[in-house]
């Protein structure tokens, strides 16, 4: 709110993404790469450049007005697939991080806001293509059926994560229907809406997790300082403060100081324009598992399978 305030529905209002989220941007990134650094950063620095490729798609090929829909669409990807972890991990007591939802249920629901958001766009833009309409409209229907299909042969409907499916079916789906048809503007204000909503969730979800679970962090002088904010949910949020307070500090330089290199390099880290950017980023990098993943080239399979080719028959 102090956001919509200050900036309006403008897409000034998009620093809030950078402003409350770069705290949660690092700790995703130090958290993936807490347990063994080495073992990892081979694979998050390939999601890393994979996540600049579509940053780079994003802002060459995306049209302005489509805008606003692909990236709350790829954002809500992350954020659905963040939601179904918290509902069945704390199913479990919060003991071990999972997601064990049927895959109707999970994609499907992933689908189906995909769907809506598609409408959304088609309304708002004004696209004139009555077959995308209905093909969007036929897909969210056939969706809902498999969906409720699928509760219903479950073998154990008490388990169903029902807060999942009423916040972001029952409520969600709806509201972005009839945000296509009454909002007047461009739609700045709802990607932040959910922005902030996805921090302050894993936020909530994280400090649960920690009272439960604290993690004791054997570690001495720098990476002791990176790492200890897993210890206990106060040192969490203490960290969460005093990353809050330095990306507050960047927002008032670039909107308040006058030496404009200052300015310069603290709007890569706070302007609205870069909110797309790391948001991408983190979202493209939060896809990888929680293992590494295996590589494996055989150079003696490779040669035999050349072998077999005849290379006469291939055309200069």
């Known amino acids: 709110m102090p956001f919509l305030l200050i900036f309006g529905n403008t897409l000034a209002i998009w620093s809030a993404i950078l402003v409350v989220g770069m705290p949660h941007f690092i700790f995703a990134t130090i958290g993936y790469l807490a347990s063994n650094p080495k073992k990892f950063l081979l694979q998050f620095a390939l999601a890393f450049f994979f996540g600049l490729f579509l940053a780079y798609m994003y802002y060459t090929r995306v049209p302005n007005a489509l805008a606003p829909f692909i990236f709350l669409a790829y954002f809500m990807w992350h954020l659905l697939i963040n939601e179904q972890m918290f509902e069945s991990t704390i199913a479990t007591g919060y003991e071990k991080w999972q997601n064990k939802w049927p895959i109707v249920i999970s994609w499907g629901s992933i689908a189906l806001v ?35 299909l699928s509760i219903l042969r479950s073998q154990n409907q008490n388990r169903a994560p029902w807060g999942f499916l009423f916040i972001f079916i029952v409520l969600l789906v709806p509201a972005i229907l009839l945000f296509a048809r009454v909002w007047q503007g461009v739609a700045y204000a709802p990607p932040v809406f959910l922005a902030l909503f996805h921090f302050v969730s894993w936020y909530v979800f994280y400090t649960k997790r920690l009272r439960k679970y604290p993690r004791t962090i054997q570690e001495f002088g720098f990476k002791k300082l990176i790492y200890s904010w897993k210890n206990s949910a106060r040192m969490f949020w203490l960290y969460i403060l005093i990353l809050q307070s330095i990306w507050v500090i960047f927002l008032l330089v670039y909107l308040y100081y006058p030496n404009q290199s200052l300015k310069s390099a603290t709007s890569f880290l706070v302007s609205p324009q870069w909110a797309p950017f790391w948001t991408i980023i983190h979202v493209t990098t939060s896809f990888l598992p929680p293992r590494q993943i295996a590589l494996k080239f055989s150079l003696n399979k490779s040669i035999r399978v050349l072998g077999k080719l005849n290379l006469a028959k291939i055309p200069n």
């Open 114 to 148: 995909v769907a809506s958001l598609g409408i959304a766009a088609y309304y708002q833009i004004g696209i004139n293509n009555l077959y995308l309409l209905y093909g969007l409209w036929t897909l969210i229907f056939v969706l809902i059926f498999s969906i409720a």
